[in-house]
């Protein structure tokens, strides 16, 4: 089995609220505890090195597998991570599934 990529993506205008500071000091720290038990190696978070409309974060988040990622997102602790969101923006994240070429 190969390993599995996830992009969580947070999509809005530069005034938009995302609160950056809370996102990494706590909410990346929430996601890393919640999903590594069930296979999540490793955790980045992007910014847009410009205001523009589009993107505001981007989240790559890499599992040992994808049994591993649907185990993650379907465990109880998925609930805590969404749960979360709320405390940071009012942005709904979309998930992009990547494949290596």
Same mark, same amino acid.
């Given at each position: 089995?190969?390993?599995?990529?996830? $992009?969580?993506?947070?999509?809005?205008?530069? %005034? %938009?609220? $995302? %609160?950056?500071?809370?996102?990494?000091?706590?909410?990346?720290?929430?996601?890393?505890? &919640? $999903? &590594?038990?069930?296979?999540?190696?490793?955790? @980045?978070?992007?910014?847009? *090195?410009?205001?523009?409309?589009?993107?505001? @974060?981007?989240?790559?988040?890499?599992? &040992? %597998? &994808?049994?591993?990622?649907?185990? *993650?997102?379907?465990?109880?602790? *998925?609930? *805590?991570?969404?749960?979360?969101?709320?405390?940071?923006?009012?942005?709904?994240?979309?998930?992009?599934?990547?494949?290596?070429?």
């Amino acid at each position: 089995m190969s390993e599995a990529v996830l $992009f969580v993506i947070y999509r809005g205008a530069s %005034d %938009d609220r $995302f %609160d950056r500071e809370y996102y990494s000091a706590h909410h990346l720290p929430l996601v890393r505890g &919640a $999903f &590594a038990p069930h296979g999540l190696v490793s955790l @980045a978070a992007f910014y847009p *090195a410009q205001d523009n409309p589009g993107t505001i @974060a981007l989240c790559e988040c890499r599992f &040992a %597998d &994808a049994s591993s990622m649907e185990r *993650a997102f379907g465990s109880p602790e *998925a609930s *805590a991570v969404m749960a979360d969101i709320p405390r940071f923006t009012d942005l709904q994240p979309s998930r992009l599934r990547a494949i290596s070429l």
